[in-house]
């Protein structure tokens, strides 16, 4: 048999089963696994927003700027230890996830960070989220302002 029965996930979301049991993923889906990851963790994304602002970025000052935007603060008033707690992060653990991924590279060199080949779906997805988050608050607004 190579019908296909659809049944309900949760009461939301319809899912395709093959009679024959076969439950594998469209490779099309599992493509998208390091869009995820790299979005998985808010510094990984942070590092991303910052990169679609300046392509090329110190490791400095990205940590500059993931401890700004962590301690809700402009950029000249983030103080050392919040500097060296995100640098610290980024250096031993985010960039190089975000390396591996293939999202962006590292010049260890001169600790320069830039996007690598998925950096665009990468971006991409962040930009789409905003979109989405934006026209919904958007919309969350003007039926509060109607109440």
């Known amino acids: 048999m190579s019908e296909e029965s659809t049944g309900e996930d949760d009461g939301n979301v319809a899912v395709s089963v093959r009679a024959t049991g076969d439950r594998s993923l469209p490779r099309k889906i ?9 979005l998985a963790h808010r510094r990984r994304r942070y590092v991303c927003y910052s990169l679609l602002e300046d392509a090329q970025q110190s490791l400095t000052e990205l940590a500059t700027d ?14 050392h230890r919040q500097h060296e707690r995100a640098y610290v992060s980024l250096y031993h ?3 190089p996830k ?17 996007p690598a080949a998925n950096a665009e779906q ?3 997805a962040l930009i789409g989220a905003g ?16 109440n």
Not at 98 to 114: I, K, P, Q, R, Y
């Open 30 to 38: 599992l493509e998208f696994d390091h869009v995820y990851e790299a």
């Open 66 to 79: 993931v401890a700004a935007w962590e301690n809700d603060v402009p950029e000249g008033a983030v103080t």
């Open 93 to 95: 653990t985010h960039i």
């Open 98 to 114: 975000l390396v591996a991924l293939g999202v962006v590279s590292f010049d260890a060199a001169s600790e320069t960070v830039m």
């Open 122 to 124: 990468v971006t991409a």
């Open 131 to 146: 979109a989405a988050l934006d026209s919904q608050q958007n919309a969350n607004g003007e039926t509060n302002a109607e």
